[in-house]
């Protein structure tokens, strides 16, 4: 199958552009020849020297620049507007460094633009200086070279050598059920899973933490919010499914995770006259590793250790506290709940008349009365009013 996605693979730096400028922004243009470095004059910083590519064969192809100042350059296409019949010029890639300058023969600030072109289609190129208010005129030097055709892909293959720990990297969740579990942030698997596309004529081409490979964009899926991910050996454990696609290939990794030494830890979050708080956030460095139930109560693993934590939740002042994880069991601190004033409803850190007229405004019954009490308990209170508590 031929390819008729188009990929962007930008040098440091892409911007897609969906305005559309008129065709009248640009002015003469020479039609770029493969292979052939061109010339062409600027004149003044805003002016840019256009070039027009029709490709008689798909593949991706890069624009380079070989000049002494700093350049950018643009790729767009002329499309008609359905609804006016206007032909416009839409930007859709863009470039002004190369991180391969040195393999490519010029400087670092001289742009690399390559894109994914589709056979017979007409494409406009665009340069100019970049970052240069003292540039008034001077000439500009370009080259196009095709990096490869299109032939059909045959299969794709990931591999990815990386183990995430387990209860790390991540934060807690809850799922449709209610239940907690552990949402691991997917960006380590990502930026070191190598993707192997084949091509029926057997050769191929590799890519590692790249969003394209062979000009083609990968992308991916997971399954752990329906299936949660587990250490491998953990009797929860199904299947730490990455998949990743390419066209209509696909290839999947299961996620190693290496499950260390965790003790479970359960608590107990209340409000200032001692009734449970729900959905409360337990955050540990300022990452959420999990919530209260409705009963206030919050279970999460960790390796042994003192950890400063915060909670928070709706219309409360925050409160610090220290937990301490035991290295010998789990350990349930619900006896001692961490109690948090939730009438802060201007939130503005102090408990005032304030918010007293807005709870007055807002609420009404039994929430109220509730939220009155609360408020008589913990009148003029701040942050810095809770006592320390160390839950060990």
Known sequence: MKSKIISIILALTLVIVSLAVGISAFGATQTLLLDTQMSATIDGEDDLAVFIFTPSASGTYSFLSYSVPATEAYLSIREKDEETGEKKIINIAYSNSDPDYEANGHNSRQFCLTYHLEAGVKYYFSAGWYLSENRTTGTINVLLRCDGYDVDVDRIEAHCPVTLDAYSNGSWNTDEKGSSYFFYNISRIISNTTITLYYTDGTSVSSTGEETVGGYDITYSHNQAQEHWYPQGNENYTANTMT?????????????????????????????????????????????????????????????????????????????????????????????????????????????????????????????EEQQEEFGSSINLTKGTYPALSLN
């Open 244 to 368: 990743f696609k390419v066209l209509d290939k696909t290839a999947s990794v299961d996620v190693q995770i290496n499950s260390t030494a965790r003790q479970s830890v359960t608590g107990k979050v209340v409000d200032m006259t001692g009734a449970p708080v729900g959905g409360a956030e337990i955050k540990i460095s300022g990452a959420v590793i999990t919530q209260t139930n409705n009963n206030g109560n919050f279970t999460f693993s960790n390796s042994p250790g003192a950890y400063f934590c915060t909670v928070s939740t709706d219309n409360s002042i925050d409160r610090d506290f220290t937990i301490v994880v035991s290295s010998l069991s789990s350990t349930d601190y619900s006896g001692t709940p961490i109690e948090v004033c939730t009438c802060d409803y201007v939130d503005d850190g102090v408990i005032n008349a304030k918010d007293f007229a807005l709870m007055m405004k807002t609420l009404e019954g039994e929430e109220l």
